[in-house]
């Protein structure tokens, strides 16, 4: 069972939480012009590494605020956690994917 | 290659006068070989029966199966081993009935008994909408030709007496879908009997042996390297479910799957209670009764990546908390053991089998929760992929480019809870 840093809450129990998967994936722009593979790359490729990953976490039965979350996906550890729209923290600089 | 002696019961027989000692081994351990015609990476039931049906449907025996493990140690040793083919749409019914139709015969094909018992596998209505969305996938299923049945309460109730059938419980039960022929089989046996089948036909498997980099030049594969040095290959089949995104990073394109834990668990084993597999997407748990008496139940995913092949508590306690809903009598078993597996989730619960972007390296991968069912069809359809490099009529549909064409097969109410 994880123990996750809400950064609004503190630590809380994850059955509170829910996980939205990837984060930092950005809606393309110019929306008009892009190519079937393109929308396929937004829509449904998604990086899945064995190592450090950024995700997004919801306080569900809490504040109920999306936040950022790096997490091992070898070993669970939570290295880190970050508001919504702020950068990966700079600690983490070149870690995302590599093994933890 | 020496003919392996045939399984009966007179080699029973006469290995039981030398107390069991001199059974022949079931397949060699060879030293990887510089050069294979295929090889196929992931040694667990789809890729052993992939260089199975290779040999034995096309005649391409230099072939190496590798396995970074160990035979029957990952999702092939962990799944909850039940067998059916009740899917919704014309691709993925005609896929799993074909794998149905196979494990029908599978037993004596690989002269290994691979213990399937079609046993009836149940999918329960808690709610009249629940009822309705099960009749029109049944009504589905049948216009493809495949057995499938829905039961009101009172045919249930003759057919499973032990479910709880209260009106006041919390999810009171309405019906079910019921296939006949779905049903279970024994997970290692599977791996073992086809290893052994594809051993005798002149597969090398080749454990302890980890891929780590493809060899690709001119957009087209060579070969991989592995903890056992390079292996050159025209044509490489990987096979390797939670680890399919690891592999295809390292053959430098992306797939749509997430690796998510699922967890499963049995129970002490009891005298003959459950003749059946219940399963129901309300109060998502399955269960059946193995024939050693154990239960076997499997629970959801857990909703964040992983590869650590274990979950949180927290998605095992929902499992007893549904079972107990459904089966109030087994409130006082103890459980044995819990495990996890890392299964590769597509977006739309159904799998990738074709070819990539790089020329003479396929995949089958994203069979999610319920890859287990489909063994023999998934070699037998990517045997024939490898074989004549373009895919088979079966799993023409099931290509990694539906994603960019629009060709979702969204199995979500048929494969979403019910593995």
């Known amino acids: 069972m994880l123990l996750i840093p809400c950064p609004f809450c503190g630590p809380r129990d994850e059955s509170e939480f829910a996980c939205g998967g990837e984060a930092h994936i950005a809606r393309p722009t110019g929306t008009d012009r892009l190519s079937d593979a393109e929308w396929a790359d937004y829509l449904f490729m998604r990086k899945n590494p064995k190592g450090v990953h950024l995700e997004r976490w919801v306080h569900r039965l809490g504040c109920r605020r999306w936040f950022n979350l790096a997490r091992s996906t070898v070993s669970h550890e939570i290295l880190a956690v970050y508001k919504m729209g702020d950068p990966p923290p700079a600690s983490l600089a070149g870690e995302e994917g590599k093994r933890a | ?419």
Not at chain 2, 222 to 227: F, K, L
Not at chain 2, 228 to 246: D, E, L, N, P, Y
């Open chain 2, 1 to 419: 290659m020496p003919a392996k002696t045939r399984y009966s019961i007179f080699s029973l027989v006469r290995n039981a006068i030398s107390y069991h000692e001199n059974w022949e081994e079931a397949w060699r351990s060879p030293e990887p070989r510089p050069e294979y015609d295929v090889v196929i990476v992931g040694g667990g039931g789809h890729g052993l029966a992939t260089a199975y049906y290779l040999a034995k449907e096309h005649g391409i025996t230099n072939v190496a199966v590798l396995e970074k493990g160990w035979i029957g140690g990952g999702n092939t040793g962990r799944n909850t081993t039940i067998v059916r083919s009740n899917y919704l749409w014309d691709e993925s019914a005609h896929l799993y009935e074909h794998a149905l139709k196979l494990w029908e015969g599978l037993s004596q094909d690989l002269n290994f008994n691979v213990m399937f018992s079609q046993r009836g596998v149940l999918n329960l209505a808690h709610s009249p909408h629940e009822m309705r969305g099960l009749a029109r996938r049944v009504y589905a299923i049948q216009l493809n030709g495949i057995d499938s049945e829905l039961l009101n309460l009172e045919q249930l109730k003759a057919y499973c007496p032990l479910l709880n059938y209260s009106p006041h419980a919390r999810y009171p039960i309405y019906g079910a879908a019921l296939q006949r022929r779905g049903g279970t089989a024994r997970h290692d046996a599977v791996a073992w009997g086809y290893a052994r089948g594809a051993d005798a036909r002149g597969v090398d498997i080749i454990q302890n042996c980890e891929v780590t980099g493809f060899q690709i030049s001119n957009g087209k594969v060579n070969g991989v390297e592995t903890t056992r040095g390079t292996i050159r290959a025209g044509k490489v089949g990987v096979v390797a479910a939670g680890h399919s995104s690891v592999l295809a990073d390292l053959a430098g394109f992306r797939l749509p799957i997430q690796s998510h834990p699922l967890q499963a668990a049995v129970s002490e084993p009891v005298k003959p209670i459950l003749d059946t597999v219940v399963m129901s997407g309300a109060v998502h748990v399955y269960v059946s009764q193995s024939d050693k008496g154990e239960l076997v139940l499997g629970a959801g995913i857990d909703s964040y990546n992983s590869y650590a092949q274990r979950g949180s508590p927290k998605v095992v306690e929902d499992m007893f908390g549904a079972l107990i809903e459904l089966f109030p009598i087994f409130s006082r078993l103890k459980i044995l053991r819990t495990w996890g597996g890392i299964v590769d989730v597509c977006p739309d619960d159904s799998p990738i089998i074709g070819k990539t972007p790089v020329e003479g390296l396929y995949f089958n991968c994203g069979w999610g929760t319920g890859g287990f069912k489909a063994t023999p069809g998934s070699g037998w359809v990517f045997a024939h992929t490898i074989a004549n490099d373009r895919p088979h009529p079966l799993n023409e549909h099931f290509a990694l480019e539906r994603f960019s064409g629009g060709h979702i097969i969204d199995e979500h109410g048929a494969a979403g809870v019910a593995h």
